[in-house]
Every structure is written in structure tokens, then in C-alpha cells.
């Protein structure tokens, strides 16, 4: 950037096409970074079957053996390509199952959180204001 600033300075033919250049390399850099963040496939991979076994405690161990990478792969790069640690993605979908059971009318507070796999119905109680914003029982029923 100081090139650029000093380069600008200067009017000449040969100052704009030194610019031009910085500019182009500043670009092919953003380029690399882009093409470096593309989503590999076993994180797709990993976010189907997290999706499919919502209510169900998935290891890191099971899901790393299923997407064919180590562990540490898996815990250091999931929340660089999801934007949230395993764990927290899991309970984000278990929310997620939790507002289509509680629309459903068909369970009790206590037992959607025992299905979305929460140790109790304070500590569901407690994510769910924490990720939604307000109280499960403040949830807007769909009356169709």
C-alpha cells in the first residue's frame, strides 16, 4: 500500500502501469483466499449427517471416521467453514427440530427437550432464549 501511495505521487505512463500492477497482485492475492475458503467435502459431508442424526450424540471419533478425516481436522476446521464449534452446530439444529416439535403441539416443553437431547427442560429453556431470543412458550403457534 505504501508503493501505491508513493506511486500515486508521481504522473507518468510508467507510474500508472507500476500501479496497475500492484493492483493486479493485490487482487490475485484476494483470488488465492477465496479459492483457498471453498468448503471441502467432508464438511458438507459431516452437515447432512448432523442434520439427519439431530437427536442423537454424534462423536467426534464416529464423524471423523465417516468423512475420512482425522478428529483434529474436524475440530480445528468446522467452525472456519460453519461459523460455530460441532457442538454449538449441533444444538443450533436440535433448536432448529425443537421449533418444529413445539409448532407440532404435539409435546410437552419437557419432553421436546428431552428429544432434542438437552439434560433437562431449564437447560433447553436457557439455549433456546440464547439462540431464538425469547422463551419456547413465547414461540408463535401457526394456527394453519
Not at 60 to 68: D, F, Q, V
Request: positive net charge; hydrophobic residues 40%; contains cysteine.
Amino acid at each position: 500500500m505504501i508503493n501505491i501511495y508513493k506511486d500515486l505521487s508521481y504522473r507518468d505512463e510508467q507510474t500508472f502501469r507500476e500501479i496497475e500492477a500492484l493492483i493486479l497482485k493485490i487482487e490475485e492475492g484476494n483470488k488465492k483466499r477465496v479459492e483457498q475458503l471453498q468448503i471441502p467435502n467432508w464438511v458438507n459431508t459431516a452437515k447432512e449427517y448432523l442434520l439427519e442424526n439431530w437427536n442423537k450424540t454424534v462423536g467426534l471419533e464416529e464423524l471423523a471416521a465417516l468423512c475420512g478425516v482425522h478428529k483434529v481436522t474436524i475440530s480445528k476446521y468446522f467452525p472456519k467453514y460453519v461459523g460455530s464449534s460441532l457442538r454449538l452446530y449441533q444444538r443450533k439444529v436440535r433448536i432448529i427440530r425443537a421449533i418444529e416439535l413445539i409448532r407440532s403441539k404435539k409435546y410437552s416443553l419437557t419432553e421436546v427437550a428431552f428429544l432434542c437431547g438437552f439434560a433437562d427442560q431449564s437447560h433447553f429453556t436457557r439455549f433456546f432464549r440464547q439462540t431464538v431470543g425469547c422463551l419456547p412458550k413465547e414461540l408463535p403457534i401457526d394456527e394453519t
